[in-house]
């Protein structure tokens, strides 16, 4: 039995009783690699008798490696980025860091302080901010400070700005449906509050007029299906609108729902568009066309960039579809002949 109970053991009684030089033992605890089984054995042995820990807050203070990375996030939010966040822990956790996020109230003043705290604590290797920070732009790592990196596609409520707002595909809808022969149409759209809700009003208003088509209405939604349930429902028996653009799967999935239980086909009567392509749209009868929003791609390509900076390597190069494209499936069709 060790006679070093009721001290901590350090790195140089393991070494000295398990006949090697410290510098071998701190390579051991490095998973460095290149010792001989023998060494090795002897090591863990002596590692095993003493009941060694190592001090990995000592550790960190000298080698400013700690293992994690934190995700810097405004408070309160409503509603977390979290396929965002799922894509970027699953790269994190394969390159062989830990990550947590840390969510700040105030103000992006307030969130930069909060960063820049944890960029010099030394408690984090990275700090990666789902939005711009005053005063802080990507930045790699140094002896001092940890890295970091901002994603910068959402503003201080995590509602999506930047390419997350781009509304172009709107005009992809639009100028699909035309082809097929739509002419008359409806938007429902997002809360106002949104800036990706105003871009899809402003690029549906301007894609109608440009093509020379009619709109029955935009109506104000809250994102949700009782909403597109109801904009369908009201429309009267006789209305001529032929294609719907909901601003949401969920706003897309009441309006369909709405259809059939009016007797509607879709898209034999009535054309549906959504966006966000969620699961449960893809497995709907009919399955809904939609806005394909690759958040999973927008969490790994911020990751791979933050841990770039961390190691002071080159960011991986990575051919990038664009963030959002429209998919087509069931709930589109050509325009009905109505009597």
């Excluded at 789902?130 to 790699?140: I, N, V």
């Excluded at 082809?179 to 690029?203: E, K, N």
């Excluded at 549906?204 to 209405?217: K, P, T, W």
Aim: with cysteine; hydrophobic share 45%.
């Amino acid at each position: 039995m060790s006679d070093h109970a009721g001290r901590r053991p350090t790195i140089v009684q393991v070494a000295r009783l398990a006949q090697v030089s410290h510098q071998t033992v701190s390579r051991y605890l490095r998973h460095n690699g290149g010792l001989k089984p023998e060494t090795v054995r002897r090591v863990e042995a002596a590692i095993e008798e003493l009941g060694y820990r190592p001090n990995l807050v000592a550790r960190s203070m000298r080698t400013r490696r700690t293992g994690r990375l934190a995700v810097l996030l405004p408070a309160p939010a409503l509603l977390l980025p979290t396929r965002l966040l799922s894509a970027a822990a699953v790269v994190a956790h394969d390159a062989g860091f830990l990550i947590e996020v840390v969510s700040v109230e105030g103000g992006p003043r307030e969130r930069a302080g909060r960063a820049l705290e944890l960029i010099t604590s030394g408690q984090v290797e990275g700090v990666l901010s789902l939005s711009s920070l005053p005063g802080l732009t990507d930045r790699p790592a140094t002896p001092s400070r940890a890295a970091f990196a901002v994603v910068g596609e959402y503003d201080d409520e995590l509602h999506g700005i930047g390419e997350l707002a781009d509304a172009s595909v709107v005009a992809e809808i639009v100028e699909h449906l035309a082809d097929l022969g739509h002419r008359h149409f409806l938007h429902v759209a997002g809360p106002d509050a949104w800036p990706s809700a105003r871009a899809r009003r402003q690029v549906y208003a301007e894609v109608i007029e440009r093509l020379g088509l009619v709109s029955h209405g935009v109506v104000d939604g809250d994102w949700s299906a009782e909403c597109g349930y109801a904009a369908v429902r009201a429309l009267p028996g006789t209305s001529p609108v032929t294609a719907v653009v909901a601003a949401n799967d969920p706003m897309a999935t009441g309006a369909v729902r709405a259809a059939l239980d009016r007797g509607w086909g879709v898209p034999e009567r009535l054309s549906v568009v959504g966006w966000d392509d969620l699961e449960l749209g893809r497995f709907a009868t009919p399955s809904l066309s939609s806005v394909v929003v690759d958040r999973e791609e927008q969490g790994r390509v911020a990751m791979e960039r933050l841990i770039a900076l961390v190691r002071g390597e080159p960011e991986p190069e990575r051919t990038r579809l664009p963030l959002n494209r429209l998919v087509l499936r069931e709930s589109t069709g050509p325009a009905p002949v109505l009597g």
